[in-house]
């Protein structure tokens, strides 16, 4: 089955340590991107990719660092400057950044629910 | 800078009682708004997307509708199935970048 993938579930890490969140994808999609959910406060950006090798900063990207090596693959690494890293990531793609109107619906990942304490 | 604001923040029906929730935006040149279902402690599914003012989309029980300053999506007599937060979002750049919206959490009641 076609699909975005987001591992782990839930994480769980001390303060001051690095973190990173897994997301892949078999849809063969161009573009990906890293999304945070917070309580009341809908979706932030905070980064996004348009091909292999190149991505750019969203809305709130302070604290967060990415990388785009392969097509399927958009890992998001939360760093110890990130000051309130506790929330629940997701991950989204589309198959072409510029192609017909129908290509930038964005599918969303599971989700990974991170806790740092 | 784009906003997209949604309302009510939450609305609770009775099984059967359509309502209509509101997104609103204020853009610079809309490109196409989209709308979201998402179950709580998972990933947003995809329902619709409008382009142009005067457009619907239908879906099962779901309707969406675009004017050239908000979109509704009307729900016709819900189930309590249709409990679920819905996300509204715009598209205004030449990428496919979105905005969104806080969301609206519906409770249907049996």
């Known amino acids: 089955d076609g699909g975005i993938t987001q591992s782990p579930k839930y994480l769980f890490r001390k303060e001051g340590q690095n973190v990173t969140l897994s997301c892949e994808q078999n849809?063969?999609?161009?573009?990906m991107y890293w999304y945070r959910q917070d309580p009341g406060q809908g979706l932030r950006l905070i980064y996004y990719s348009q091909i292999v090798n190149d991505f750019q900063k969203g809305d709130i990207a302070e604290g967060y660092s990415v990388s785009r090596e392969k097509k399927e693959s958009f890992p998001l690494t939360v760093t110890s400057a990130q000051k309130n890293p506790t929330a629940f990531y997701l991950c989204a793609s589309t198959p072409a950044p510029c192609g017909t109107p129908d290509t930038y619906e964005q599918y969303f990942g599971p989700g990974t629910r991170l806790t740092v304490t | 800078e784009d906003q997209v604001t949604q309302s009510p923040e939450a609305l609770r029906l009775q099984e059967g009682e359509s309502s209509s929730l509101n997104c609103s935006y204020t853009v610079s040149g809309l490109r196409g708004l989209f709308w979201y279902r998402q179950d709580p402690g998972k990933g947003p599914e995809f329902l619709f997307t409008?382009?142009?003012a005067g457009e619907e989309k239908e879906k099962e029980r779901l309707k969406a509708t675009l004017t050239k300053k908000e979109s509704f999506l009307h729900i016709t007599a819900p189930k309590p199935e249709d409990s679920a937060t819905y996300l509204c979002?715009?598209?205004?750049?030449?990428?496919?970048?979105?905005?969104f919206g806080k969301g609206i959490t519906l409770s249907v009641r049996p």
């Open positions: 409008l382009y142009s």
């Open positions: 849809l063969n999609h161009d573009a």
């Open positions: 979002a715009v598209r205004t750049g030449a990428n496919s970048k979105l905005t």
